[in-house]
């Protein structure tokens, strides 16, 4: 298959993807690759839709001249992105990538928009097109190169998690159909003296926009700040509680600066019966254990934990129980009593955005386990996850 062979070619040890230098190559190569794609189908589509006179494949061409551009970006960023961390961003320069596909998006939107307006003008105003069936299958004999750049950008996509490249597969993909519709619109005008051109030029150019948006949103909800992937944060949760010491884990927060970097905190509970040396050691090589395993660097906050008081015991349980009654999804932790008052204090997972008021939730908890002691209260701090 090309597209192994390519990567067997030019970029040596390819399955260590978490090797900044070997998502380096993979970046280039992918940026040349496109830019000599797109080139050359540039070519063969201006020459077509000068000698032809279709709006639609015209627009068509430009796009892949867009995406020829989109392609010398991508290259760009991804030499940008592997610059180390400096002074002035000491976390590195991974979300640069993230910039970059603002731009790629950018562009294909401003594509997309400048085609519509030729296309409306060609439905009102529509010329006469060269469309004999060789031409029309030189055309549709272009397709099979966004076909294969489709499978080569989400290959090394899903290889280096890159939203860049995921964008240029999903480019390519919306290009596949865009010369498709250039090919229908081909088609029917022989049959028919309808402004077909001008409205398959129209529906290119929309599809084009949609899709230009779409990445748009993705890119900018990455620099905005987007919950990490649940199945690396369940891999956190498993390498922390496997830790000696350790008996859970809460309060995660991650923060993404690049594909395959993140900057988390999380609060872990700890046996309070140890000292605060090996409270100490505990945390520092879970941390260590998070670094090897994961791409994550980890800060971790000490929750010292113990059940040993019976009454501790008997209220957490029937908390528990009365909270996963009422609802499922919420978590308890950082659990004690404070007996001369009968107040249970504790916090309260809950999600950011939720059908009742916190007050409602304390007072529903409250009747449940007023049946235990009629003056027990509860003294709630509600928190949101961030993950």
Known sequence: MLTQW????????????????VRLRYGILSGAVGIAVNLLLVAIKGAAAFFSGSIALGADAINNLSDAGSSVITLSGFKMSA????????????????????????????????????AVVRIFSPAALLNDWKFIALIA?????????FVFYRSIGKKIDSEMLKAQAFDSLSDLISTGIVLA????????????????????????????????????????????????????????VSQKGIRGVHDIIMHNYGP?????????????????????????????AV?????????????????????????????????????????????????KEKTLHFHLLTPRVYGCTNSEICDALR??????DSDVKLAIQFVYAYV
């Open 141 to 149: 004999g272009t397709t099979l190169f966004k076909v294969w750049l």
């Open 367 to 372: 009747a449940m386990l007023v049946k235990y």
């Open 6 to 21: 390519l990567f067997r070619l030019f970029v040596r040890d390819g399955e260590n993807t978490r090797d900044p230098v």
């Open 291 to 339: 670094a090897r395993e994961l791409p994550i660097r980890l800060t971790l906050h000490c929750d010292p934990f113990g059940n040993d008081n019976p009454l501790v015991k008997k209220w957490r349980v029937r908390l528990e129980n009365a909270v996963a009654h009422y609802d499922p999804v919420f978590k308890v932790y950082d659990f004690w009593i404070d007996e």
């Open 83 to 118: 610059k180390p961390a400096d002074n002035e961003h000491p976390f590195g320069h991974g979300r640069i990538e993230y910039v970059f596909a603002l731009v790629v998006a950018t562009i294909i939107i401003a594509v997309g928009i400048n085609f519509f307006k030729e």
């Open 185 to 240: 619109g081909l088609i029917i005008s022989r049959y028919t003296a309808l402004p077909v051109d001008g409205v398959a030029g129209v529906a290119v150019a929309v599809f084009i926009v949609c899709g230009g948006v779409k990445l748009l949103t993705g890119a900018a909800n990455l620099l905005l700040g987007v919950p990490p992937d649940a199945e690396l944060v369940e891999k956190l949760r498993h390498c922390l």
């Open 260 to 288: 395959d970097l993140y900057f988390a905190t999380a609060h872990a509970e700890v046996d309070r019966a140890g000292d605060l040396v090996s409270m100490h050691d505990t945390l520092e090589a879970a941390e260590v």
